[in-house]
């Protein structure tokens, strides 16, 4: 069980470039989550997905796009990447509604220049 | 509108006493879940602990430990016995009725060392 698994760890944008993160978990979750983390705060909810064929705006969706490409994956596209989006992004899964554990992946570190 | 609190930047600890990170939560819905999660430097996200709005005890896992006073609205992290490998920014974070299908409101963190 490789949990959730993000790609790719690392990435360097310049202004304007485009980018999608991807994101799988092998747990057969229902609902599935972005977010990103900058410095001094905590993780901010971008887009989710209750379940597959869903998708729903969180608190910070605005420059980003999600596709729920299947139960498993689940991505994450920058169209037109800005310096405000360098951030740490995290994807992470949970059972559904009812669930009380979010498993996070190891996250993006992404800086747009 | 904040719904999480950490008012604690950072906090330091000697190795093997015991240490209370504070939380404090807004909500008017009367069920809803706290959780905290732990995040070392090598950066990923750790599950230490829930409690239920309704859970009648203060959840304990190992040495992890909340303190949950329901009417002042907190959710403090007590680690007992603190080791070196705690270091680390611990995270609070909310699910309530608003927040369905498992989204979480996280606090700003709390970074904790422990000196030998």
């Known amino acids: 069980n490789a949990g959730v698994t993000q790609t790719p760890k690392f990435q360097v944008l310049k202004t304007g470039q485009s980018m999608t993160l991807q994101c799988a978990q092998d747990?057969?979750?229902?609902?599935m989550y972005w977010y990103r983390q900058d410095p001094g705060m905590g993780l901010r909810l971008i887009y989710y997905s209750a379940s597959e064929g869903t998708t729903d705006k969180g608190e910070v969706p605005n420059g980003y796009n999600v596709s729920r490409l299947n139960k498993r994956e689940f991505s994450l596209r920058l169209e037109s990447a800005a310096p405000s989006q360098t951030s740490v992004y995290f994807c992470?899964?949970?059972?559904?509604?009812?669930?009380?554990?979010?498993?996070f992946g190891p996250g993006t570190r992404l800086t747009v220049t | 509108a904040q719904k999480i609190t950490q008012t604690q930047p950072g906090m330091f600890v000697q190795e093997k006493e015991a240490v209370t990170l504070d939380c404090t939560y807004d909500t008017s819905d009367p069920s809803y879940g706290l959780f905290w999660y732990k995040q070392p430097s090598s950066g990923e996200m750790i599950f230490l602990i829930y409690?239920?709005?309704?859970?009648?005890q203060n959840a304990t896992e190992g040495r992890y430990s909340l303190n949950f006073q329901k009417a002042r609205k907190s959710a403090n992290l007590v680690i007992s016995a603190s080791q070196l490998g705690d270091s680390a920014m611990y995270f609070c974070a909310m699910r309530d009725r608003g927040t369905s299908y498992g989204k979480l409101t996280f606090g700003q963190g709390t970074i904790l060392t422990v000196h030998p």
């Open positions: 409690q239920g709005s309704y859970d009648q």
């Open positions: 747990m057969n979750h229902n609902s």
């Open positions: 992470a899964s949970s059972e559904g509604s009812t669930a009380y554990e979010q498993y």
